[in-house]
C-alpha cells in the first residue's frame, strides 16, 4: 500500500482545502491522471498520482477543511491489492509472522477487549461509510487508529494494542519507532482524548477573541464573529511579519497624467482591431519596470547571506479577491509591449479572482505594484510584500491645481507613494527611482526609447 498525501502546492502553504475527488475507492488510477482538486489560501488546482496502482481508501472526504500538508488522504494498492475501499493489506512474505496464519492473534490484556484491525486514518473525521469499510472503529466506531503500515504489521506481530499506544510520527501518526518501543498490552496515554482536545483548540481562537471584545465593553451578541479562511490568515500573517520585521519608509511624489492620458488613447485606438485595451495601471507596471532596470539597487532583495540583484523585473501587481487580495506576477515585464502587459495583466487577474493561478505565477516578484485610485483613494503607503525591496502605491488620478512660473493652471495629477525596505533601498535610492520613475509616465514616449 502507498499512501497519498496532502501536496504542498507553494513553499509557504501549511494546509489547504481537498475540495473534490475524481477518483474513488476501487478505482485504477496511472502516473499522470488527475485524481483530486485541492484549494489554497490563493489558488484551486488539480492533483496528480504520481504512481499506479487501484484506490484502496479514501482517508479524507472531499470539502474537508484545514488539511494539513503531508497528511495522508488516500491510499494506493497495486495492481493486485485491494480495492475492496480499505482492506488491511496482506503482509509480504518476508514480513509474514512466524504465527501461522489460521492461528488468531496474541489475547489482548486482561480486561480489555479485542483490538480492532489496524488501519490509518485522519484527524479530520471521514465520512461513516469510509470508516465502517476500514473497520477503524473501537467503542462502537468512535475511535479509528492513525498508524503506518509498517507499524500496523510489528503491532501484530508483538501483540501491541495499538488502541494504546500514543504515535509520535507527523499528526500523531504511530510509526515503527513507537511499536519498537512498546511491549504487549503496555498502556500509553489514550488517543481517545485526542480528539475533544482537537475539537477544544479549534474552537480556543474564536472564544478568546469574543472574550477580548467582551473586555473592551462590546457585549457578547452584538456582532457576529466569521472565521478566518486560509487567505485570510496567510495575509494576516505575513503583513504582521513584514510591518513588524522590516524597517521601511515611504517616499511620495505627484505625477501629471495629462500627457500619458492622451497617448494612451492613442495605443488603444491602435490597437482596437486587436480587442486590446492598456490601462492607466498597465504604463504604469511598464514604467516601474523600466525604471528598476535604470535604477538596478532598486530591485533587489534582503537576505541575510547579501543583497540579491535581481536580473529582471518581475511586477507583483495586487488583484483584491474575496476574502483578501493575491499579486500575480508579470515576468520580465521590462522586455514586454504595452499591449502584452496588458493582455497578461487581464488574464492574470482574471484567473486570480476564481483562484485559477498556477503557485509560479503568484510566487516570487521582485517589485509590486498596488493601485487603489479606482476607488478614489488619493494616496497612502502599501506593506512591503517580502522579500520584494519596495512596493509602488498608486492613488487616483484628478484634477489639481499646479503651478507654472508665477501662473496656476489644472492638470491631471495622481500621488505615487514608495514603501521601502531601509535594508536594501536607503533613502537616496528610493528617491532616484522615483526620479528615474516619473518622466516615464510624465512623456510616455521615453516607454518605448
Known sequence: ??????????????????????????????????????????????????????????????????????????????????????????????????????????????????????????????????????????????????????????????????????????????????????????????????????????????????????????????????????????????????????????LTVDIELDELLSARSKINAMLEKQGVKVSVNDMVLKAAAVALMRVPEANASYTPEGIAMHKHADIAMAVAVPGGLITPIIRACETKGLAQIATEAKDLAERARNKKLKPEEFQGGTFSVSNLGMFGIKTFSSIINEPQGAILSVGAGEKRPVVRGDRIEIATVMSVTLTCDHRVVDGATGARWLAAFKPLLEDPITLIV
Do not use: C
Open 1 to 250: 500500500m502507498t499512501d497519498i498525501l496532502m501536496p504542498a502546492l507553494s513553499p509557504t502553504m501549511e494546509e489547504g482545502i481537498l475540495a473534490k475527488w475524481f477518483v474513488k475507492a476501487g478505482d485504477t488510477v496511472k502516473s499522470g491522471d488527475v485524481i483530486a482538486e485541492i484549494e489554497t489560501d490563493k489558488a484551486t488546482m488539480e492533483v496528480e498520482a504520481v504512481d499506479e496502482g487501484v484506490v484502496s481508501e479514501i482517508l479524507v472526504p472531499e470539502g474537508t477543511e484545514g488539511v494539513k500538508v503531508n497528511t495522508p488522504i488516500a491510499r494506493l494498492g497495486g495492481e493486485g491489492g485491494a480495492s475492496n475501499g480499505g482492506a488491511a493489506e496482506t503482509p509480504p512474505k518476508a514480513e509474514t509472522p512466524k504465527t501461522p496464519p489460521s492461528a488468531s492473534p496474541p489475547p489482548p490484556p486482561e480486561g480489555e477487549e479485542k483490538p480492532a484491525a489496524p488501519v490509518a486514518s485522519v484527524s479530520s473525521a471521514p465520512s461513516a461509510e469510509g470508516g465502517a469499510r476500514r473497520g477503524a472503529a473501537r467503542d462502537g466506531g468512535e475511535q479509528r487508529i492513525f498508524a503506518s503500515p509498517l507499524a500496523r504489521r510489528l503491532a501484530e506481530q508483538k501483540g501491541v494494542d495499538l488502541t494504546a499506544v500514543k504515535g509520535s510520527g507527523p499528526h500523531g501518526r504511530i510509526i515503527k519507532a513507537d511499536i519498537e518501543g512498546a511491549k504487549p498490552g503496555e498502556a500509553k496515554a489514550a488517543p481517545a482524548a485526542a480528539a475533544p482536545a482537537s475539537a477544544s483548540n479549534a474552537q480556543a481562537a474564536p472564544q478568546r477573541q469574543a472574550q477580548t471584545l467582551e473586555q473592551m465593553g462590546i457585549p457578547a451578541g452584538s456582532y457576529e464573529l466569521i472565521p478566518l479562511d486560509g487567505m485570510r490568515k496567510t495575509v494576516a500573517r505575513r503583513m504582521t511579519d513584514s510591518f513588524r520585521d522590516v524597517p521601511h519608509f515611504p
